[in-house]
C-alpha cells in the first residue's frame, strides 16, 4: 500500500515537471509577443528607467532654513511630479534630490521610449521657467541649481517586496545602473539617452526633438554611445544664446530668461529686479568693477 502511494506521489510530481516545461517553452516561443514573465514575486519585464537630479540642492539644505528648504522642495517635486502624470510615467521613488520614473509598468507600449524623452525635455523646460520665477521673487540661493537626467531601457526585473516582509516593489537590472551613470554623465541643464532608447524614440520625436551623439565614459575605458536630447522648435534645433555676465553679482544669466536695464544706450542683463535697482542706483561703481573683473 505504501509503496503504491509513492509511485502515484512520484508520477503526480513527474505530470506536473512536464507541464512547467511545457508552459515554460510556450512562454519563450511567445516571448517576442509579450514582454513580461512572471515567476512567483518576481517579474521580468521590458521597461525604460528615466533619472533626474537637482544638482546643488543637497548644500542648500544646510544653509535654509527647514520653512525655506520645505517651500523649495515643495514646488521643485510639485513640478517634476505634474510633467511625470502629464506623459503617464510611474514614479518609482524620490531619494533626496533625486527622482526615479518608470515605463513599462504594468505592460510595455510601443511610445514608452518616446513618452520618456518627452518627460525629460519638458522636466528641464519646467524646472528652468520655475528656478527663474523663484530668482525673480528673490530666491537668489536657487541660482545654482540645475537638473540634469538619464534615460535608459531594456530588459527590468521588478520583485514584490511584500514576499519578504517589506512593503513596496524594487525594480531591478542593468538599465537602472546605466540610467543612473547617464544622469551622472549629462552636464547641467543636460538630458543623456542610451542608444536603444534613441532608437525606439527617434522616428516619434524627431519633429520636437533634436539628438546629437556623443560617447559617454562609465569607467577609466568604456566609451558608451548616447545622445544628447533638447527641445526643438518648428523642427529646429533651438541654439543656446549668448550668456551674459550680470555687472552686479557677476552671475552668468541667458538673456532670455532675465531682467534687462538700458543704460546711455546700452542694454544690461540682471538676474532679479533686486540686481537691477542695485545697479541704477550706483552704475558708475558697477561698471568699474565690470570692467575691472573682465580685464
Known amino acids: 500500500m505504501r509503496r503504491k502511494e509513492e509511485t502515484e506521489r512520484a508520477s503526480q510530481a513527474a505530470r506536473q515537471a512536464k507541464s512547467a516545461l511545457t508552459s515554460g517553452r510556450a512562454?519563450?516561443?511567445?516571448?517576442?509577443?509579450?514582454?513580461?514573465?512572471?515567476?512567483?514575486?518576481?517579474?521580468?519585464?521590458?521597461?525604460?528607467?528615466?533619472?533626474?537630479?537637482?544638482?546643488?540642492?543637497?548644500?542648500?539644505?544646510?544653509?535654509?532654513?527647514?520653512?525655506?528648504?520645505?517651500?523649495?522642495?515643495?514646488?521643485?517635486?510639485?513640478?517634476?511630479?505634474?510633467?511625470?502624470?502629464?506623459?503617464?510615467?510611474?514614479?518609482?521613488?524620490?531619494?533626496?534630490?533625486?527622482?526615479?520614473?518608470?515605463?513599462?509598468?504594468?505592460?510595455?507600449?510601443?511610445?514608452?521610449?518616446?513618452?520618456?524623452?518627452?518627460?525629460?525635455v519638458e522636466m528641464q523646460r519646467a524646472f528652468l521657467a520655475l528656478r527663474n520665477r523663484l530668482v525673480t521673487q528673490g530666491r537668489r540661493e536657487v541660482r545654482g541649481l540645475t537638473l540634469r537626467i538619464?534615460?535608459?531601457?531594456?530588459?527590468?526585473?521588478?520583485?514584490d517586496l511584500a514576499s519578504f516582509g517589506v512593503m513596496g516593489r524594487a525594480v531591478l537590472g542593468e538599465v537602472v545602473t546605466r540610467a543612473a551613470r547617464l544622469c551622472a554623465a549629462a552636464g547641467p541643464g543636460n538630458v543623456l539617452v542610451d542608444q536603444k532608447t534613441y532608437e525606439l524614440s527617434v522616428r516619434a520625436c524627431?519633429?520636437?526633438?533634436?539628438?546629437?551623439?556623443?560617447?559617454?565614459?562609465?569607467?577609466?575605458?568604456?566609451?558608451?554611445?548616447?545622445?544628447?536630447?533638447?527641445?526643438c522648435?518648428?523642427?529646429?534645433?533651438?541654439?543656446?544664446?549668448?550668456?551674459?555676465?550680470?555687472?552686479?553679482?557677476?552671475?552668468?544669466?541667458?538673456?532670455?530668461?532675465?531682467?534687462?536695464?538700458?543704460?546711455?544706450?546700452?542694454?544690461?542683463y540682471f538676474c532679479s529686479r533686486l540686481c537691477a535697482e542695485r545697479f541704477l542706483a550706483n552704475p558708475q561703481y558697477f561698471r568699474e568693477r565690470l570692467t575691472g573683473s573682465s580685464g
Not at 533625486?98 to 518616446?114: I, T, V
Not at 538619464?150 to 520583485?159: H, I, K, M
Not at 544664446?241 to 534687462?260: E, F, M, Q
Open 27 to 120: 512562454g519563450d516561443r511567445n516571448s517576442s509577443k509579450r514582454s513580461r514573465q512572471s515567476y512567483g514575486c518576481i517579474t521580468k519585464l521590458k521597461g525604460c528607467v528615466l533619472f533626474a537630479e537637482v544638482r546643488g540642492l543637497t548644500q542648500l539644505t544646510s544653509r535654509l532654513e527647514p520653512n525655506r528648504l520645505a517651500t523649495l522642495l515643495e514646488g521643485f517635486l510639485s513640478a517634476m511630479n505634474d510633467v511625470a502624470l502629464t506623459h503617464q510615467a510611474a514614479i518609482d521613488h524620490v531619494i533626496g534630490d533625486a527622482m526615479m520614473l518608470l515605463y513599462g509598468l504594468p505592460r510595455w507600449r510601443r511610445d514608452d521610449c518616446a513618452r520618456a524623452v518627452r518627460t525629460a
Open 150 to 159: 538619464g534615460v535608459a531601457s531594456g530588459d527590468l526585473v521588478s520583485a
Open 206 to 231: 524627431r519633429s520636437a526633438i533634436d539628438f546629437s551623439s556623443t560617447d559617454v565614459s562609465f569607467g577609466r575605458t568604456d566609451q558608451v554611445p548616447a545622445y544628447h536630447c533638447t527641445r
Open 233 to 268: 522648435r518648428s523642427g529646429l534645433r533651438l541654439v543656446p544664446r549668448r550668456l551674459y555676465v550680470d555687472p552686479v553679482c557677476h552671475a552668468s544669466i541667458d538673456p532670455r530668461n532675465a531682467t534687462r536695464r538700458n543704460l546711455d544706450g546700452e542694454p544690461y
